[in-house]
């Protein structure tokens, strides 16, 4: 049986952000889904629990980070294509959401990252295998 990742993530307004997200084409398990969090479906085995902050809290005595200010993880993405990078960073500023840094190219490796309305940082980044190969023969 493959391992499932399930991150966990502290929201304000649930209801904004599943719009901000299905803006993105994400969807949702209605299974896990109610007026404390839903289960956002990345891929197979790959899921975010947005949870609201008052819900978050009963899974830990720490403080929540207030993601707009600190920095609590970056979460990345791969993307099929160096388009697809952008087509997504395209949907994050007409959902609402802002690109956090200047993209990155680095030949075999290309990526671009956004806040989402909650200050919680992602990634999407295109690796081109073959190019990232031909760059370590290189080295050797």
């Not at 819900?55 to 993880?73: G, L, M, N, R, S």
């Not at 994050?92 to 490796?109: F, K, L, N, T, Y």
């Not at 909650?118 to 190019?131: F, P, Q, R, S, V």
């Amino acid at each position: 049986m493959a391992t499932k990742i399930f991150v966990n993530l502290p929201v304000k307004d649930l209801n904004k952000t599943v719009k901000f997200f299905t803006k993105l084409g994400f969807t949702f398990n209605p299974q896990f889904t109610d007026e404390n969090a839903t289960c956002m479906i990345v891929g197979e085995d790959i899921f975010v629990m947005l949870l609201v902050e008052k819900f978050f809290k009963t899974f830990t005595k720490k403080e929540i980070c207030d993601a707009t200010k600190d920095a609590e993880v970056i979460v990345a993405l791969s993307a099929e294509s160096r388009g697809k990078v952008d087509q997504m960073i395209n949907r994050v500023i007409e959902a609402g959401g802002r690109e956090s840094r200047e993209p990155q190219d680095h030949g075999w490796m290309y990526g671009r990252s956004f806040q989402d309305i909650d200050g919680h940082l992602w990634e999407i980044i295109h690796m081109d295998e073959t190019a990232m190969q031909k760059e370590s023969e290189k080295r050797s």
